[in-house]
């Protein structure tokens, strides 16, 4: 199970809005001598959001403690989702634009399709990241600090 503090920002709704209280790393030597800084490349897209919206049943006022966790499997689905999901349609778009190209075009083709591929890999994971039903699957569940675990997911 994966966990990450975070402090509650706001309630309203049935909704709680939480922001991480540390920034989560791979293997935490990002910074130290030999380490391969690999959360770094993160910031060349712009600062993400720490602050997440989860349904909640709890009791909770802005600035208490939770626990934010997530089964093990959750990462890697939404990594397969959006990485291999766009790994696949570039390649499948790139074969089929030269495979119906005509004869001394079929780099173009191939571009064509591999750029085809990327701008519907983006568009399905847009539309997950809307969807409830795939953020319920990935299991995030909201916990006062020091309790115990109850599953509240992602609106």
């Not at 890999?121 to 115990?148: C, F, K």
Request: net charge positive; aromatic share 4%.
């Amino acid at each position: 199970m994966m966990e990450a503090p975070a402090e509650v920002v706001r309630v309203e709704g049935g909704r709680v809005w939480v922001r991480l209280r540390e920034r989560q790393g791979g293997c935490g030597r990002c910074d130290e001598p030999g380490g391969c800084r690999s959360m770094r490349i993160t910031d060349a897209f712009g600062k993400q959001t720490d602050v997440f919206a989860l349904r909640s049943d709890l009791t909770l006022h802005p600035g208490d403690r939770v626990r934010l966790s997530m089964p093990d499997g959750g990462p890697l689905r939404a990594a397969l989702m959006s990485y291999g999901l766009a790994a696949v349609l570039v390649l499948v778009g790139a074969a089929g634009g030269s495979a119906v190209a005509e004869a001394g075009s079929s780099d173009a083709g191939a571009l064509a399709g591999m750029v085809a591929g990327l701008v519907l890999a983006v568009g399905v994971n847009r539309l997950l990241a809307r969807s409830r039903h795939w953020r319920h699957r990935l299991g995030v569940s909201i916990q006062p600090d020091g309790a115990e675990c109850t599953h509240f997911h992602t609106p």
